[in-house]
């Protein structure tokens, strides 16, 4: 688990909150353990082909990802009604704002946008941020 990656989340959250300075980082701390878990619990990936470039100059510092991740999803047949077991493949191209705490897809499928946030969630979660937003050119 990537502490880094937790308090600068919770301090995106935070800012955005009113009130006392020490409940809002409690509130948002609590939030955000739980997103995390629940990311880690959702994630459904079993084949990933994603690959994530950390990215830091400008005063931005980002977390770029691109490719695929393939899992299991039960649908309903249209034919016969029943539940079928399909091989669905999630295509995703986009970056994570590590400063501002926030995902932006570039490409991927509305319906599966809830999906894909619980795996990139869950990947930034074990991930270690080795650079700093640097405001010079």
């Known amino acids: 688990m990537n502490k880094k990656f937790i308090m600068k989340k919770a301090v995106a959250m935070a800012r955005k909150m009113e009130g006392d300075w020490n409940a809002r980082m409690a509130l948002a701390l609590k939030a955000v353990w ?29 977390v770029y990802f691109e490719g ?19 091989k669905t493949s999630v295509h995703l191209k986009g970056f994570y704002d590590v400063e501002k705490g926030y995902i932006k897809f570039d490409k991927c499928a509305a319906r599966y946008e809830d999906i894909a946030k619980d795996y990139v969630n869950a990947k930034l979660s074990k991930m270690k941020f080795n650079l700093k937003a640097d405001k010079s050119a």
């Not at 084949?47 to 400008?58: G, I, T």
């Not at 039960?74 to 029943?82: D, P």
């Open 68 to 86: 695929s991740f393939h899992f299991n999803n039960v649908v309903r047949n249209g034919m016969t009604g029943k539940l079928v077991e399909v």
């Open 34 to 62: 739980k997103m995390v878990k629940a990311a880690e619990k959702a994630n459904k990936a079993e084949q990933e082909e994603v690959k994530f470039n950390e990215w830091a100059r400008y005063g931005h510092h980002r």
